[in-house]
């Protein structure tokens, strides 16, 4: 390879790396950024770190839909922050079934489902006392089966099992709270059954 050639080739890997690294820098925003998380010594192993975070309660979830984005949280400290999509009508709280919106307010995860259509859910005790009123008042259903779920189906992973990194670019929900899979495997191994979320506007 004469050394025209090489000077080609090694500037066209510097191209290439330069370029992974703005459209990394693009979308690291959808990524799960563990800001002002829990920081570990760099000598840990990911199965170190990952023991550690499990023995680590989390006793809230915060739901940012604005920023969208969920928190999970022993006490007041962050220890992971993942990127979500909501609702289609992502404004303003759910008042009836089919309108498009989460819902917003203080719920529990009071069950799970791991056959769920979306890889595997958690599911938001709305509507609570308040909403089925409000909808009453209103003369409509009041809606349910909000859940905090995957973004792939369980028959797409099956024919595409890179789909765990898969995440949508607009919200896509009919109200529920939607992760990457890989997300949702996480979430679904650190938050236990009545575990208090809210869910901000």
Not at 48 to 65: G, L
Request: charged letters at 20%.
């Amino acid at each position: 390879m004469t050394r025209k050639r090489i000077a080609i080739f090694s500037f066209a890997i510097l191209v290439c790396i330069v370029a992974a690294c703005f459209a990394y820098q693009k979308f690291e925003k959808y990524l799960p950024t563990p800001a002002n998380a829990l920081v570990f010594p760099p000598e840990l192993s990911d199965l170190q770190i990952q023991k550690i975070r499990i023995q680590t309660p989390i006793d809230n979830i915060h739901v940012y839909k604005a920023q969208r984005y969920l928190e999970l949280k022993h006490q007041d400290q962050v220890i992971q922050r993942y990127p979500i999509r909501l609702g289609f009508t992502p404004l303003g709280h759910k008042v009836q079934e089919g309108d498009g919106k989460t819902p917003e307010g203080s719920y529990m995860i009071d069950w799970r489902n791991p056959q769920s259509s979306f890889y595997k859910s958690l599911h938001i005790s709305y509507p609570n006392a308040t909403d089925k009123q409000k909808a009453k008042d209103l003369g409509v259903s009041a809606g349910g089966d909000i859940m905090i779920h995957g973004s792939a189906t369980s028959l797409q992973m099956k024919a595409a099992p890179q789909l765990m990194t898969y995440f949508p670019q607009k919200d896509w929900t009919w109200g529920c709270i939607a992760v990457r899979n890989i997300d949702m495997d996480e979430i679904w191994q650190l938050v236990n059954n009545d575990t208090v979320i809210h869910i901000h506007p």
